[in-house]
Structure formats: structure tokens, C-alpha cells
């Protein structure tokens, strides 16, 4: 696939966010992570719900732009391999493009974080660009222009251009068993979301 030019600093809320905290009927006062918040356009709404709501991005015009959208918030910036949280501190993460951005060599090394920072049954909230069953593994879905998304993490060494990845249930599946119990998946055509918990 070519290279796709959207940018990070979207401003409508995930529609499937909405979908799946109105499923689960979270209680307020939860603490919330929105992993890879970019310009903070979901923690809008999750920070509106009532959440106790922190937010991290690799990328620092990201974050300086979801500190002026919503100052209330804590946004640090930050590499998901290495979280500046304390452990078990999370009731739910959410995670919205994040790890469809992360190398497959570091995608262990994120999934640790994302464990060592979530509460025991706490939930961790999937969704990624749906990647065909046929489509290669060691290839990149897409490429994001990084003139247009402001993107600073690791890129294509041959161009200037961002991978992203994409999944599928599969792949989900497998790279999270081991310490994830998976409780719902959702399939939306060009995307898929998933819902565990941490065991």
C-alpha cells in the first residue's frame, strides 16, 4: 500500500471508543491511560466521562498540543517501552494507533509496560488498522507521510515516511496470550478492536 497522509492531530473522538466504554459502564474515578494520545482527541472524552485520565505520546508537539487542548490532564512525553508510571497503576488503558507504530523488535518490550502498569483484571483496550491474513508479516500496511503527522518515533530508514503495521485477531491473539485474557473482539471493516484484561 502507498502512503497514507493522516495526520495525528485528528479532531473527532474515536466513534469506537464511544462504543466501548458506553458497553463496559465503567464507574468514574477509574484511572485511564490513553497510550499514544497524540493531540488528545480521545482524552477529551474519557477525561469528560469522569476518569482520572493521564495521557503519553513519543511525539512532543503532540503532547504540547493535548496540554493546551485539556490542561487538567497529566501528558508526559514518553516511549512505550520505558512508561513513567508506577506498577499496577492503571485500572484500563486505552490504545488507539499506538501499537499498530511499534517495531516488531519492541513489541515485547511494549507489552511488559503495558502489564506492568495495568492493575491486575484491569482492562487494556485494543484497536488497530485490520491487516489481512494474506498480507506479509514483515511488511508495513501502510506509511504515513511524516511531514504531515509530526510523528518523531522511529521510521523507515529509506524514507521519509512512518510505518504502521495493522493486525489481525491472530496476531492479536498471539502476541498478548501470557498475560492477557482476551474478553471480546470487534471486527469494523478497515479496523479491529480488542478487549482483555490483565490476568
Known sequence: MGVKKAPWGYKKIDLDLIYIIERLRLQPKLKVLDAGCGAGKNTIFLNEKGFKVYGFDISSKAVSAAKKRIPSVSFVIADAVNLPYAKNYFDFIVDFGLFDCI???????????ILRVLKPKGFYIIREFFRPGDYPARRPLFYEDINLTGRTAERD???????????????????????????????FGNRILVLMSKR
Open 157 to 187: 530508514p529509506s524514507r521519509q515516511q512512518f510505518p504502521v503495521w495493522g493486525f489481525n485477531f491472530r496476531q492479536i491473539i498471539n502476541i498478548f496470550s501470557g498475560g492477557f485474557k482476551i474478553k471480546n473482539k470487534f471486527y
Open 103 to 113: 517495531p516488531i523488535k519492541k513489541r515485547k518490550y511494549v507489552k511488559s509496560e
